[in-house]
């Protein structure tokens, strides 16, 4: 080879290196963005405080979902709780059709009556089919009526490849769900209803059936062995089926970091549980989350045409930002901007502004800056009284 060629070739490859040097992100050095290496077809991971997506894989191919179907109904027995449409001590009577539920259940009988707080417990650690539908029928009537809003909720929650058929997760023409919309949904239920953490950690757990056969004893066993065999889990819920595979939602938390690991279609339980210990390793192994959770004292915005001159301004929001390598916080700069013309009257949480976060030079996230109490605005005998103190003063 002449030196023309060898000089040539050398040129590539510092050309190579320092290509691959400046691809690395400013958000961390040495950020290495091929992941983990799993056996399941289709997961993904989720940081649950910002939504952020750390991994995935086939994340948006559309499968049967089996029983992590049930973290959707869950989610709307949260809601109905805190609507007070129905409570912990209500007694949920067993209907025919819920009792014939085949696939895992907790053989509830026709007629027999459990408490929400006991059909709960059902649902999330045994998986009970029996108990999903009977709390479907209590809250809705029916359980087509109580689906439909299953899907009226994955719509609002950007579930663009889910459609339920059914509250449990049975195999059903049509019933599909993806590893990101999971994911999505199980975020909704761990943030917005954390008592479910009451229910997924609890490991074995007994029920009374009292029918007309009298009194028995039936044990709860959690069908997530995560919970046991992982320190840091926090839930989430187990399915499989024929057609579905092994799934798994995962949900863990460590040093403040909660994630979110589903994995869908596994070819066997062992490896369900064992690439979802490995996404969720290799999540808390690369994030770093900065929360500015400092109370801000900014100056009150002069205003005009209001009963009062000025109005005191506060953070919307706490912000947080998953960094997926490491950072340094003095990096991290904030920049206020106001509306230029807030007019009144102005109501307590009016978005006034924006407090815009930057990490070096890139934008990284906003809130807004909002009103710190509501300003009416100025009347004839307002504007008097101003007049009057003035000249008097």
Request: proline share 2%.
């Amino acid at each position: 080879m002449g030196r023309t060629k060898i000089r040539f070739m050398q040129f590539i490859i510092i050309a190579a290196v320092t290509i691959v040097m400046a691809a690395k992100t400013v958000y961390g050095e040495d950020n290495d963005k091929s992941g983990p290496e799993i056996v399941t077809p289709s997961a993904i991971l989720m940081e649950s405080r910002t939504g952020q997506i750390i991994y995935e894989k086939n994340a948006n191919e559309s499968l049967a979902p089996a029983s992590i179907t049930k973290i959707m109904t869950l989610n709307l027995i949260f809601e109905a709780l805190e609507d007070g449409r129905i409570s912990l001590e209500d007694e949920v009577t067993v209907s025919e059709h819920a009792a014939g539920m085949g696939g895992s259940q907790v053989f509830l009988e026709v007629g027999e009556k459990q408490t929400v707080n006991t059909m709960i417990k059902c649902i999330t650690v045994a998986s009970a089919n029996d108990a999903c539908v009977a709390m479907a029928e209590h809250i809705c009537g029916s359980e087509d009526v109580f689906v439909g809003q299953m899907n009226e909720k994955a719509k609002e929650l950007g579930m663009n490849n889910t459609h339920f058929v059914n509250c449990c997760g049975l195999d059903d023409e049509g019933h599909t769900s993806s590893a990101l919309d999971v994911a999505l949904m199980s975020r909704e239920l761990i943030t917005k209803h954390p008592q479910i953490k009451d229910y997924s950690n609890i490991w074995m757990d007994t029920i009374t059936h009292v029918t007309r056969k009298g009194e028995s004893e039936f044990t709860l066993s959690n069908t997530n062995k995560l919970i046991k065999q992982y320190s840091y889990a926090t839930g989430l819920k187990t399915g499989s089926t024929s057609k579905a595979g092994c799934c798994l939602s995962a949900t863990a938390e460590k040093d403040g970091i909660e994630l979110v690991a589903v994995v869908m279609a596994a070819p066997n339980s062992k490896t369900r549980f064992s690439d979802a210990v490995t996404l969720l390793n290799y999540g808390f192994s690369s994030c770093n989350i900065y929360v500015d959770n400092q109370e801000e004292s900014y100056e009150p915005v002069a205003i005009k045409g209001g009963k009062e001159s000025s109005l005191p301004i506060v953070k919307k929001d706490t912000f947080s930002y998953l960094f997926l390598n490491r950072y340094s916080e003095e990096d991290i700069r904030k920049e206020l901007i106001l509306n230029k013309d807030i007019k009144v009257p102005v109501k307590g949480g009016d978005s006034v502004g924006m407090l815009n976060y930057y990490y070096k030079d890139t934008l990284i996230g906003t809130i807004d800056i909002v009103a710190g109490k509501n300003v009416d605005k100025m009347n004839f005998g307002d504007a008097l009284k101003k007049i009057m103190w003035k000249f008097l003063n």
